[in-house]
């Protein structure tokens, strides 16, 4: 029963598009943690095209770098098939089908409406409020929840620093009219990696370049938020790891770019 899983997994990703794919490959249940386990500070995060991940010192380089690569490559296949403000909760779900074909399961999730008092938000603060929401679904101590939001603090934070990482960032964001920033924690307990991710989605009515570290106008602008915590199926998402990488071809190297925390 599991190959079959795993093979109906791979032939859905077989299935999705995405934009620009060139045929060369690219380089390369509820979760719980009790009071002994450790979440190390963070060393990396990367910008994934409209997301910004942060990983613990110690996650392993296959789950880095395969909780990236799904991350894009759902990311990319909800991009082309629901691209319309309207289509928030549609883009919501597909990304979730691809992340969950690509191994990464959802154990909890939510999407709604958002409301923002005033007429501008700093994005930014405003998408790691909704990781905060995340985190706190999970069940862990409270020095590993706070660990947890101080790594995406620190990532949105440096990001600020780093020009390239940060132009790259908005390039993707910015590449259509609906925008999209997201901010996850990647982290392993007991040896299994799991990610929270929260997300706000909207669409940019203006020709401004900037979005993050700026006060963004929000006024007759709907808002919607995401939040989801993913736990990987290493079993499919070895099997998995080739498809994806095929799948993305360039695009795994011109839309994520790591940087040091």
């Known amino acids: 029963m599991q190959q079959l899983y795993v093979a109906n997994c791979i032939s859905a990703l077989q299935q999705y598009e995405i934009d620009e794919v060139p045929t060369i490959q690219g380089r390369g249940v509820a979760l719980t943690l009790n009071s002994g386990d450790a979440v190390d500070a963070p060393t990396k995060a990367a910008v994934v095209g409209e997301g910004l991940l942060a990983f613990s010192a110690h996650l392993t380089d296959d789950n880095r770098t395969d909780a990236q690569n799904a991350f894009l ?156 915590i993913f736990a990987k199926n290493t079993e499919v998402a070895d099997k998995a790891r080739m498809a994806i990488r095929t799948k993305l071809g360039l695009n795994v190297v011109s839309k994520i770019e790591e940087y040091e925390i």
């Open 73 to 228: 490559f759902a990311t990319l296949v909800a991009n082309k098939k629901f691209p319309l403000e309207s289509q928030g909760l549609e883009w919501y779900l597909l990304f979730r089908e691809v992340m969950t074909n690509s191994g990464w399961t959802p154990v909890t999730k939510y999407y709604n409406d958002l409301e923002v008092a005033g007429t501008s938000v700093r994005m930014d603060k405003l998408v790691l409020e909704i990781l905060g929401s995340v985190v706190a679904g999970l069940a862990v101590p409270g020095p590993a929840t706070a660990l947890m939001l101080k790594t995406a603090g620190d990532a949105i934070a440096a990001l600020k620093k780093r020009d390239t990482a940060l132009t790259l960032y908005e390039r993707n964001l910015l590449n259509h009219g609906v925008g999209g920033i997201t901010a996850g924690v990647c982290t392993e307990v007991n040896g299994e990696a799991i990610m929270a991710v929260g997300a706000v989605r909207f669409l940019r009515r203006n020709t401004s370049t900037k979005v993050m570290f700026v006060d963004v106008d929000i006024r007759n602008v709907k808002l919607y938020t995401g939040e989801t």
